[in-house]
């Protein structure tokens, strides 16, 4: 089975500019899950989507939005983009919701806001 | 509230020796448990995965992770270490309520030939 694909790999933006992540899970899984990763704060969890619902949300402003598609494919979207949005995106997917699921992360999209 | 502990930010050994990284956890409930690892420029692999059973849990590229409940601890060990070995080990616990992953803060293994 392919793994977890993410695009676009990199990405250089400017503050004030909004961003679109793409994630495109391992087939048949149906969660999708969005961390971000930084050096400071280390690996933060965004959100989670399953059967195109979002199920739970972490800490960070409404800036930070998703959708997850009927073919499970997940998007996630920052707008207003500030200096600290800087980071590496990581989606992850698993079969399903249950805690005992191991999820399988894609490569990431580092992006940096110039 | 699930949190989990890396003590040490980095472990250096020398080829062929074993390894060990070690992490710590406290949660409410039963423990899911996971091991990932960064190499440079990557994603995370998912290693092995503590859910219920054995306490020694078996993995990916020969490692391995002893689960202990009287010292909550899930350290990750591997007989003879690679130098390819090297990379950033990430220990993880399931949030049942959230479902998300809380990551602890990352151990470096340097493995020196």
């Known amino acids: 089975k392919a793994g977890v694909t993410q695009t676009p790999r990199y990405l250089i933006k400017t503050r004030g500019q909004q961003v679109t992540l793409s994630c495109s899970p391992i087939s048949g899984h149906r969660s999708v899950s969005w961390y971000q990763q930084t050096p400071g704060q280390g690996l933060q969890f965004l959100f989670e989507?399953?059967?195109?619902?979002?199920?739970n949300k972490g800490n960070f402003p409404g800036r930070f939005s998703g959708r997850q598609f009927s073919n499970s494919r997940s998007e996630m979207n920052v707008s207003t983009l500030e200096l600290g949005d800087s980071a590496l995106y990581l989606c992850?997917?698993?079969?399903?919701?249950?805690?005992?699921?191991?999820?399988?992360f894609g490569p990431g999209t580092r992006l940096t806001v110039l | 509230a699930q949190s989990v502990a890396q003590p040490e930010d980095q472990v250096n050994v020398a080829e062929g020796n074993p390894l060990t990284v070690k992490c710590t956890y406290s949660?409410?409930?039963?423990?899911?448990l996971f091991w990932y690892v960064q190499y440079p420029n990557r994603g995370l692999q998912f290693l092995l995965k503590y859910i219920t059973g054995d306490n020694l849990v078996k993995g990916s590229y020969g490692f391995e992770a002893e689960f202990n409940k009287s010292q909550t601890s899930f350290h990750l060990k591997k007989p003879s270490a690679l130098v390819s070995d090297s990379a950033l080990y990430f220990c993880?616990?399931?949030?049942?309520?959230?479902?998300?992953?809380?990551f602890g803060q990352g151990t470096t293994l340097q493995v020196k030939p």
């Open positions: 989507y399953f059967s195109e619902t979002q199920r």
């Open positions: 993880a616990v399931r949030d049942p309520p959230t479902g998300k992953l809380i």
């Open positions: 949660v409410s409930g039963n423990p899911y």
């Open positions: 992850a997917s698993s079969p399903g919701t249950g805690s005992y699921n191991e999820q399988f």
